[in-house]
């Protein structure tokens, strides 16, 4: 064998682990459990790529990795690197120091090579991450898009059966830190092509082409703003695109951790009002200087809005407003709209804004992964979820940076400030107050027990008995109650047939409706968390006529309502919700 030339794949018995199954977004668990239980990594890399077309369909064509910078990241990319190239993937793409964001790299596999493979990115989100923290692996789809639900079952299914995995434990050292390209042989396998590519280059690239950065640039000069990415992997992105360029004439903007950190600084990487409260302070306390702020998560996907004071941005409402003024931004000019998507928890903000536009407006259930299907079929152009996820089919994920700079060019088109343009929407659409009250890392057991129970509750109660019950639970809260306003429309465990595949998930979220499209309660078990569970409860209700109160005040019923169906506080032991945005 020349020198030049690698050692043919090895196969390495394994023994299956039956937790592998990836949740709302990838598969999360705790560091140490990749770090401690054995092969976890290598049997799950192996899974993903055994769900890719294999032989010759791998060969020459690229899969792109990447990720958030947590704790970890380098030795998943070490064994990621050896697998993949043992299972036959000839060419990665891996972003500088394992770098890219979640959008980033959905773009990269979107653009980089047409015959691409996908892409697997190395986070955990909003977790917190380090050897105490979260650690997570996804897999994206070529289309830049996470992986539907046949997918990640059918990475599942492999798992679970297991029983050996090939690795290439002999190949070049790769700097990971260095860009550039190296190449090799690998017996059995043939050329192989490694390239350590610049994180940030190809995203702004794309951001320029959909945005007007001139006019943005130019409204940004005497619009100070404050930019937190959390220690998150929007640092660099925050730097080339916001301080270097955008702001860079601005010298009262101010840029927050900036610096990705494996363990994000022992934070939360989660931009909502608990986690990102820093941000909100600064805004506070400077009311006459910062006009906007914004905080990304771990992984650059979500985003925070705020305005002068901190005047707080929902994601519904942000959705809503965007989609009201979608054409501020010349990449819709050019493609024109074809349809507006929320989550199903996400208000119904912006269902009002595609009515009046006569546009199309998809309910889909929790998670990105459900907007791609519409997007590849043209029926959609912009999409959102209440957990602070925006984004367009510009790419297949939702996208952080991208939904501030579309925020700012409404701002920046119609010269106003965050507070009246969202004052002047609510005005012109109604408003749908929204709250989400997060129980975190609660008994597992006991919230899957009280989300039954509930359900059965729905289900079996006669409606004037429900109601009933519902006025009384109202009425105690001391709020305003307007009974004939709470008819209940109807009861449900959310289910969606997906209108370009005809697939079906079901149990995804239970409802309770009232009639004449004055509001709601959903309650659902999140899927993201990594050990215990979290009950989120979303309130919504529709206001006409008093558009500027505080969501608090006006959903005090609802949050009485639910805890009287739920019995929330005593099944759970808990004294009231860890998260409330
Ligand atoms: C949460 C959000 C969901 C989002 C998902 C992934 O899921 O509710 O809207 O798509 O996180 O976001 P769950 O199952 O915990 O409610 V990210 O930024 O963590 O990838
Ligand atoms: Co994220």
Redesign the pocket.
Known sequence: MSPNVFPAPETVKTTAYTDQKP???GLRKPTKVFLESENYTENFIQAIIAAIPGGDDRKGKSLVVGGDGRFYGRQAVDIIIKIAVANGVTNLVIGQSTILS?PALSNLIRKRDPSCLGGIILTA??NPGGPDGDFGIKFNCPNGGPAPDAVTNQIFSISKALTEYRICKELPAIDLDKIGVTEFEVASIGNVRVEIIDSVEDYVNMMKEIFDFGLLKEFLDSFPVVINAMSGVTGPYVQRIFREDLCSCNPQSTFLNTEPLPDFGGHHPDPNLTYAADLVKILKENPELYQFGAAY?G?G??NMLLGAGGFFVTPSDSLAVLAANLTTIPYFVKTGVKGLAR?MPTSAAVDRVGKKLGLNVYEVP???KYFGNLMDAGKLSLCG?E?F?TGSDHIREKDGIWASLAFLSVLANKKIGVKELMESHWKEFGRNYFLRLDYENVDGEKANKMITDLENKLKTTKPEILTEEIFNAAKGSGAAVVPEKYKIAFTDNFEYTDPVDASVAKGQGLRLVFDNGCGRLVW?L????SSGA?V?VYLEKFDGENVVGEALDSLKDFVEISLKLTNLHEVLNVTGPTVIT
């Open positions: 949740g709302t977004s979640t989100s909003h998560d992984d996907d979500r989550s929790t998670g990105w979820e957990s996820g659902r999140s899927g993201t968390g979290t989120r």
